[in-house]
């Protein structure tokens, strides 16, 4: 088996994987699993030495499964590489170290994000971080959207070196992909009749306090949680990184979620009024029929 292989999932990533390409610079295979792209995303890879394998897209957490199962066979560790991402020598030093280490299955890296041409270095992901180096045959992502690692039985770091993630494409099509982002987690919502489960909660790994995080949030009343996640954004000093800063904290911290609320709140709403026009109907169905002006 091979030691290492990067794997990245695409669609439409033309403009961003030469460069995430690139950072690996041919130090380990890297395997591409695209999803219907129809630019010129599989192309780029395939020229680049890349495997690459078309699977329909489900979900994240599904697409992410079906590239560890590919890798479980051939490879002892995976690093899963967002196609806006980008890999230091820094950190591959740190990652050559960690794969070396026999009494380590997994490792967290933190984020050194990108807005405007700027760094951020405040805001809500300035302490964030990622489950992104595994073991294929042990790690599986759980929940369709916001996928994690369920990390309770892994013995995980953190990576001292954080990893770039700067993104190339139009500005626009940050919000395009977010509301198919919010699609999906106002739907997870739904499903879960807006209570998430407890199901891997534990205070012992971060995936776990994760599970509570979210139980807690989807507690809170819909659109007053965008405005506490916003707040905590600009708590943690996202106005620091000046208006790079504030314009991110608004996107992601007040935008994002509060699209989330928006299309949950429509989807009761038009539930309500299918519920009432429902029961009218039955009403008039159930109501006695009359026979000369008089109710038989």
């Known amino acids: 088996m091979e030691p290492l292989a990067v794997v990245i999932l695409t669609l439409d990533e033309e403009l961003n994987l030469p460069k995430a390409l690139a950072s ?13 792209s129809s630019d010129r995303t599989q192309a780029i890879a ?33 690093f899963f590489l967002d196609a806006d991402e980008e890999l230091s020598p820094a950190l591959w030093a740190e990652l050559d170290a960690a794969i070396a280490d026999p009494a380590l299955d997994g490792a967290y890296v933190r984020l050194e994000l990108w807005m405007l041409g700027k760094r951020l270095t405040h805001g809500e992901y300035s302490d ?3 489950l992104r180096l595994m073991r294929p045959r042990l790690a ?32 626009v099509e940050w919000f395009k992909k977010h509301l198919g982002y919010a699609q999906r987690e106002a739907k997870h919502y739904l499903d879960a009749e807006g209570a998430a489960s407890l199901d891997g909660f534990n205070i012992r790994t971060r995936a776990g306090r994760r599970v509570g995080l979210w139980w807690a949030y989807n507690r809170i009343p819909l659109f007053v949680r965008p405005l506490l996640f916003h707040g905590r954004a600009l708590a943690k000093g996202a106005w620091r990184d000046g208006l790079p800063g504030l314009l991110y904290a608004g996107m992601h ?13 429509e989807a009761k709403r038009e539930a309500k009024r299918e519920a009432k026009r429902e029961a009218k109907q039955e009403g008039r169905r159930g ?6 002006g008089e109710v038989a």
């Open 253 to 265: 911290a007040l935008w994002y979620p509060m699209v989330i609320d928006l299309l949950i709140y």
């Open 46 to 78: 395939a020229a680049a030495g890349a495997e690459v394998v078309e699977h329909p897209f489900v979900d994240y957490a599904s697409q992410r499964n079906f590239a560890l199962e590919l890798a479980a066979e051939r490879f002892e560790w995976v």
């Open 287 to 292: 109501a006695a029929p009359e026979v000369d």
């Open 128 to 130: 964030a971080m990622v």
């Open 140 to 171: 599986r992502f759980r929940r369709s959207s916001n996928e994690r690692v369920d990390d309770r039985d892994m013995r995980v770091k953190i990576l001292d070196t954080r990893l770039i993630h700067r993104d190339a494409k139009p500005i």
């Open 24 to 36: 690996v610079g041919g130090r380990v295979p890297v395997l591409v699993v695209d999803s219907g």
